[in-house]
């Protein structure tokens, strides 16, 4: 779906923020990228949708160069939430907003009014439809901009820090609505620093520190390795920094969800004392 | 001794139709590392805009019940008395520097309340020193990583020397690691300085460990208050639907498993030692 192929970026006030990056991204998959302030997170997947282009390498979408399409193009298969809704809504009611897109893509309005309801149902916000955006508390703010993304079914949705000022119930809520998204075939791309969060969603992990990738693979392996996390500035989950404190009991150290965390407990504890 | 009392507080913004905050009697002592959390819109900001008395002096509206921070009546108090002793830190340190230098910024409180050049350079010296930032005083703020912006944002309101910090998600922003050292800095300042802080937050697996007093909030009212330990073990908290540390969920699970454990963890130093108890024998 995304090929990354050796990709540099500079941007023009010469901080390369790209260094030789190259990913794979599978239709269909859920990735997580994380990494400390300043890694090339945001840069890598601005490329994804050609907000920005390679300064070298380049960038396939469905084995199409970015270079070769526009921006109204590639925004047509790759929707992108950003990290501030602010910096993404403006129109004058809920309804508006989410029409906008729909209506630059040319849709006829017989499909744009279905698609509206359709995407204002699914992130409860029918009751909204005539209120302004920006009368809505932050949280809500960030449910539109996902439903004006939603609303024009790109293949893939890219979503930069959506926890952010969420709260344990709405985060819940979005964990639900991003697995289920993905459930149903579309390609998921997060950016995010919340290590529970991604612990709890269980997605493919790619790890960026000062440009380059460094890590990538299942939550599980590199979540609970404290050496690739440590050169990330990532902190392992909870749950595995309770098993990293009981290594010398010779129990795992791989584990970042509490059901397992209590089943290894249990059997440990039943299977008599090593 | 109490450093913030308060008594039936009941709220309302002007033109709202209700309060927002509702009977909020809370006594915080003085030294105390306080969480205060609960869902979004249950009234946190607005309790800790009482503190420093944005509200009411800055929102007007209508306010009932007492208010006492730091034996002062708020209500009698302006703003400028009550941000000597009350310090407040945003979520986004970018909305709080603006300064060329982070020393200016760091002086710019103290140059407002006319503080003595050689008592303002002291003050700053010692700020910059107790968040561990001397080496970045002649950079622009706004070169500095987010961490680093925010250590410079703590420092500024830390050189008014206050006697209550309030810190309003202070690291949402922040990668895990970076998050990690300002709370260490944060926790430095309640250990070390005896600053009284109040830390309003949703990532509880990453404060709990500091604190030694949770209020939590829902619909305008406190709904638990006490210590952390009984306060992330309590139904009340799971049904608000607060994110109960792994830890303490943890507990919980072997709980229901008849695994004993001396006491409920709300950390994972804690989970650690009480664990290693229970394998052990």
């Not at chain 2, 020393?103 to 350079?121: I, P, Q, T, Y």
């Not at chain 2, 130093?269 to 024998?281: D, G, H, N, S, W």
């Amino acid at each position: 779906m995304i090929e990354v192929k050796d990709v540099h970026f500079t941007y023009p006030t010469g901080v390369e923020a790209l260094k030789g990056v190259s990913l794979n991204i599978r239709n269909g998959e859920f990735v997580a990228i994380m990494g400390q302030n300043g890694a090339g997170k945001t840069t890598l997947v601005k490329q994804f949708n050609g907000l920005l282009k390679p300064t070298k390498g380049e960038v396939l979408v469905d084995d199409v160069s970015t270079r070769n399409m526009s921006i109204a193009q590639l925004a047509r298969k790759i929707g992108f939430v950003f990290q501030n809704p602010d910096h993404q809504l403006f129109s004058e009611t809920v309804e508006e907003e989410i029409a906008f897109a729909l209506r630059n893509f040319g849709f006829k309005e017989h499909t744009l009014k279905r698609r509206l309801t359709w995407a204002l149902n699914l992130l409860e916000l029918t009751e909204y439809r005539k209120t302004s955006p920006f009368m809505l508390s932050g949280g809500e703010r960030k449910r539109v901009a996902l439903a004006s993304v939603l609303a024009w079914n790109p293949k893939v949705v890219i979503l930069d820090e959506p926890t952010i000022g969420q709260d344990h119930r709405q985060k819940e809520i979005l964990r639900q609505f991003i697995v289920q998204m993905n459930a149903q075939g579309k390609t998921v791309v997060i950016v995010t620093h919340d290590v529970e969060f991604v612990a709890e969603c269980s997605p493919r992990v790619v790890l960026m520190a000062q440009g380059q990738i460094v890590a990538d693979g299942d939550a599980k392996r590199i979540l609970t390795d404290s050496n690739i996390a440590l050169r990330a500035s990532i902190v392992p989950p909870q749950i595995t920094q309770i098993f990293l404190g009981l290594t010398d009991l010779g129990l795992p150290t791989d584990i970042i969800d509490v059901s397992e965390a209590s089943k290894v407990l249990l059997e440990y504890l039943e299977g008599g004392k090593h | 001794m109490a450093i913030i009392e308060t008594k039936n507080l009941t709220y309302t913004y002007p033109g709202a139709t209700k309060p927002s905050i509702r009977d909020v009697s809370l006594t915080i002592e003085k030294g105390e590392f306080v969480i205060l959390t609960g869902p979004s819109g249950c009234g946190k900001t607005t309790l800790c805009r009482c503190f420093n008395g944005l509200i009411p002096h800055f929102y007007a509206g209508q306010i009932e019940g007492e208010l006492t921070v730091t034996g002062l009546k708020v209500i009698e108090h302006p703003i400028y008395e009550m941000a000597q002793r009350v310090g407040l830190v945003f979520q986004n340190p970018e909305n709080q520097l603006f300064a060329l230098s982070v020393e200016k910024d760091v002086a710019f409180g103290l140059e407002n309340l006319g503080v003595r050049r050689d008592e303002m350079r002291k003050r700053v010296d010692w700020a910059l020193q107790m968040t561990g930032i001397e080496e970045l005083r002649e950079r622009a703020p706004h070169e500095l990583s987010g961490g680093q912006q925010q250590r410079v944002a703590i420092a500024s309101v830390l050189a008014m020397q206050p006697d209550i910090m309030v810190f309003d998600e202070p690291t949402s922003f922040l990668d895990p690691l970076g998050a990690q050292k300002i709370f260490e800095v944060i926790n430095d300042l309640n250990k070390k300085l005896g600053v009284t802080v109040i830390l309003v937050e949703h990532r509880l697996d990453l404060a709990s460990k500091y604190a030694d007093h949770v209020v939590i909030m829902d619909d305008g009212k406190i709904a638990l208050n006490g210590k952390p330990s009984e306060i992330f073990n309590s139904e009340t908290a799971r049904l608000i639907g607060v994110g109960i540390p792994k830890a303490t969920l943890l507990w919980q699970l072997l709980q229901e498993n008849r695994i004993k454990l001396e006491g409920a963890p709300t950390n994972s130093e804690e989970a650690t030692r009480l664990l290693r108890e229970v394998l052990k024998t």
